[in-house]
C-alpha cells in the first residue's frame, strides 16, 4: 500500500489548504482513512477519520467546524479541507488506512491504523 500526500505548503493565519492523499495498491473502496498531524516536539494527533463509504466522520475537537474530509473511492483519494487555519495548525499532516474492512464507525484511534504516507508540511504563518 503507498500513501502520497500532496497540497501543504505556508499559509497566513485564517487561510484555507486542501490536502489530498492518493492511495494505491489496496482497494480503497473497502477502507476508512484518517488524517494525522505531528508538531515538532509534540506527539501525532489524531485530527479527522471517514469510513469506507463516507457514512461516519468524526473529528478531534481541535479541528471541528475547521476541518472537513472527504474521500472520492473513484480517485482513491482522500482529501482533508482545512479553514480558518491557526498558527498552532502548524506541523506534518499524514493520511493513513484503516486496519479494518468496512469499519461501520470512523475511527480517530492511531494504533487502528496500519499503512501510513510520508506526510505533507503546513506552516501557518502569524
Known amino acids: 500500500v503507498q500513501l502520497v500526500e500532496s497540497g501543504g505548503g505556508l499559509v497566513q493565519a485564517g487561510g484555507s489548504l486542501r490536502l489530498s492523499c492518493a492511495a494505491s495498491?489496496?482497494?480503497?473502496?473497502?477502507?476508512?482513512m484518517g488524517w494525522f498531524r505531528q508538531a515538532p516536539g509534540k506527539e501525532r494527533e489524531a485530527l479527522a477519520a471517514?469510513?469506507?463509504?463516507?457514512?461516519?466522520?468524526d473529528y478531534a475537537d481541535s479541528v471541528k467546524g475547521r476541518f472537513t474530509i472527504s474521500r472520492d473511492n473513484a480517485k482513491y483519494t482522500v482529501y482533508l479541507q482545512m479553514n480558518s487555519l491557526k498558527p498552532e495548525d502548524t506541523a506534518v499532516y499524514y493520511c493513513?488506512?484503516?486496519?479494518?474492512?468496512?469499519?461501520?464507525?470512523?475511527?480517530?484511534?492511531?494504533?487502528?491504523?496500519?499503512?501510513w504516507g510520508q506526510g505533507t508540511q503546513v506552516t501557518v504563518s502569524s
Open positions: 493513513a488506512v484503516d486496519r479494518a474492512l468496512f469499519r461501520p464507525v470512523a475511527i480517530l484511534t492511531a494504533d487502528e491504523y496500519e499503512y
Open positions: 495498491g489496496r482497494p480503497f473502496s473497502r477502507y476508512g
Open positions: 471517514i469510513t469506507a463509504s463516507s457514512g461516519s466522520v
